[in-house]
T-cell receptor
Framework: KAGVTQTPRYLIKTRGQQVTLSCSPISGHRSVSWYQQTPGQGLQFLFE???????NKGNFPGRFSGRQFSNSRSEMNVSTLELGDSALYLC????????????FGEGSRLTVL | QQQVKQSPQSLIVQKGGIPIINCAYENTAFDYFPWYQQFPGKGPALLIA?????SEKKEGRFTISFNKSAKQFSLHIMDSQPGDSATYFCAARISGNTPLVFGKGTRLSVIA
């Protein structure tokens, strides 16, 4: 079974630009969550999508948005990039088990110059 | 608001030692406490998890100790090996459709 796939793995943008990151979940998983990982803050929850609907949202500004498609693939978008947005963005999928174990991809590393 | 506080931030132990990583939580509604392990260049992966109805859970060399009254839980790694060098994250959630809340992570280095 293929794992969670994230693209692109690395990207460099400049302040003010926007970026779109993509995530393909494990086959059969309908929930996709996004996390931002930085050295000082650890893993911070961005949002979760289930069956194309945003089910949970973290405390991030509106510049951060996402969506999920009917095949469960998900994208997140960050507009008007700031230097502080430089981070590893992790996508995780899960099935609807009692524990809801998260299966993470390897992440997309964004550098904002 | 940090709901799960993790310490220490980094830890260096000799091979064979027993590193201990601690976490404390505030929300008494949390009822699922997993630990994730992350190697450089990889995403985190579930290592071991516990529910508050038990005080200890062992899986191989990894043990979670849980203290419900103190709202604390910890990860112990027995006979640690250089291959255990990674970043460890504790987490907590309320069962159901709620997000997993992570601690800030502990970078463990096991030296030979």
């Amino acid at each position: 079974k293929a794992g969670v796939t994230q693209t692109p793995r690395y990207l460099i943008k400049t302040r003010g630009q926007q970026v779109t990151l993509s995530c393909s979940p494990i086959s059969g998983h309908r929930s996709v969550s996004w996390y931002q990982q930085t050295p000082g803050q650890g893993l911070q929850f961005l949002f979760e999508y289930f069956s194309e609907t945003q089910r949970n949202k973290g405390n991030f500004p509106g510049r951060f948005s996402g969506r999920q498609f009917s095949n469960s693939r998900s994208e997140m978008n960050v507009s008007t990039l700031e230097l502080g947005d430089s981070a590893l963005y992790l996508c995780a999928s899960s099935s609807q088990t009692e524990t809801g174990e998260l299966f993470f991809g390897e992440g997309s590393r964004l550098t904002v110059l | 608001q940090q709901q799960v506080k993790q310490s220490p931030q980094s830890l260096i132990v000799q091979k064979g030692g027993i590193p201990i990583i601690n976490c404390a939580y505030e929300n008494t509604a949390f009822d699922y406490f997993p630990w994730y392990q992350q190697f450089p260049g990889k995403g985190p992966a579930l290592l071991i998890a516990i529910r508050p109805d038990v005080s200890e859970k062992k899986e191989g060399r990894f043990t979670i100790s849980f203290n419900k009254s103190a709202k604390q839980f910890s990860l112990h790694i027995m006979d640690s090996q250089p291959g255990d060098s990674a970043t460890y994250f504790c987490a907590a959630r309320i069962s159901g459709n709620t997000p997993l809340v992570f601690g800030k992570g502990t970078r463990l280095s096991v030296i030979a």
